[in-house]
């Protein structure tokens, strides 16, 4: 049997006015009532959307996350590890392929003679630039992409290359000058404003030392790029000097006491090519003769010191007059002036006054 008291009768009597469409009272049992109400349908709304497949796996615990999560990682798993074996593979065959080409590149750079500062460093950059490269590899074997990765680097090679152009160009100056070798250690080159024997060879600069015991350091960009003159690149160098004789000098005799200076010289050498005296210029004060002697690299500076002093010594001696400056002055004896004969100053003042009075030609 149900009991109604105070609060039942309220309860119907709100439920009633809300069927009718009237408004219920606004005391604490119709809102009660309202709030009820309102929690029933929810639930009844929910039961019948409710996909029943959905509520089994909920129920049964088929549906979890879980689950899920596991799947996905064995999938994962079973498509990665075959792509791992594989990017190590790749490593492990790279960095042996590498090893063996750095000491290819070593070797070739020994066979060419390359400074040991050379060989290290291209070494060492030729194996950085492989590894970098296996590594890129095997990230895209694996699923990573170094598109961005590669993109970046450029970026930043770009950067520090505009930032260091100079040391770059005088590092590229330096590989060539070492693999191509236009000039050595000890040679003596001139370029430009610039001679001496070069005594070190660096990656950005080079060393030279003039005669003057000063210390020259030039880019290598420099001497890569201009012309330059080596005069001690071939075994044997020629040496030209000048030797000058006066105007009225029995040119034979002149060349026979050259000739004779030349054989007396042991540096000067007769094999491939012999030495040569003839006459260069007729000059102002003097008949210059121009001697053409071949000598060894080791006894230029020798051969330099020694040939001029003979031949003064050798001219002394055979009576040959060595030139100096001369000035000839001609002293003009004094004329007394000429005159004219009486008939040419006669038709001189005639021709005068005609042009005076205007009637003149």
């Keep these: 049997m149900l009991l109604l008291d105070e609060t039942s009768n309220a309860l119907l009597a709100a439920a009633a006015a809300q069927t009718d469409g009237t408004t219920p009272p606004a005391d604490e049992f119709s809102q009660q009532l309202q709030a009820s109400d309102s929690i029933t349908r929810a639930m009844t709304d929910s039961l019948k959307n409710m996909n029943l497949d959905d509520l ?131 040679d003596y080159i001139e370029c430009g404003n610039y ?68 054989r007396s010289e042991k540096e000067v050498a007769w094999e491939p090519k012999a030495p040569k005296v003839a006459v260069s210029n007729l000059g102002d004060s003097s008949v210059d003769f121009s001697l053409w002697l071949w000598t060894r690299v080791e006894a230029y500076w020798t051969l330099w010191e020694h040939i001029r002093e003979d031949i003064y010594i050798a001219f002394n001696n055979a009576g040959v007059e060595i030139p100096f400056p001369q000035v000839t002055v001609h002293n003009a004896t004094e004329h007394e002036p000429r005159r004219m004969d009486p008939r040419a100053e006669a038709e001189a003042a005639a021709a005068v006054e005609g042009e005076r009075i205007g009637t003149g030609a």
């Design 56 to 186: 089994k796996a909920v129920v049964t615990g088929e549906n979890t996350i879980i689950k899920d999560g596991l799947r996905s990682l064995t999938q994962m798993t079973v498509s990665f590890v075959p792509k791992l074996l594989i990017a190590i593979l790749i490593l492990w065959v790279g960095m042996k392929l590498a090893r063996m080409l750095k000491k290819v590149i070593v070797k070739g750079l020994d066979r060419r003679g390359a400074e040991a500062s050379l060989k290290t460093f291209l070494a060492s950059l030729v194996d950085l630039l492989l590894k970098a490269m296996i590594i890129i590899m095997a990230m895209d074997v694996i699923g990573i992409k170094a598109t961005s990765f590669i993109a970046l680097l450029g970026a930043m090679g770009l950067a520090v290359g505009m930032a260091l152009q100079g040391t770059l160009q005088n590092f590229a100056g330096g590989v060539i000058i070492l693999l191509m070798k236009p000039f050595k250690v000890d």
């Design 195 to 262: 001679k001496g024997y070069i005594k070190e060879i660096r990656i950005f600069h080079t060393i030279m030392r003039p005669f003057n015991g000063r210390t020259i350091i030039i880019p290598n960009s420099e001497l890569a790029t201009k012309s330059l003159i080596n005069h001690t690149k071939e075994p044997l160098i020629r040496l030209d000097v000048v030797a000058s004789v006066a105007y009225g000098t029995d040119i034979k005799k002149a060349r026979e006491v050259l000739m004779e200076v030349i």
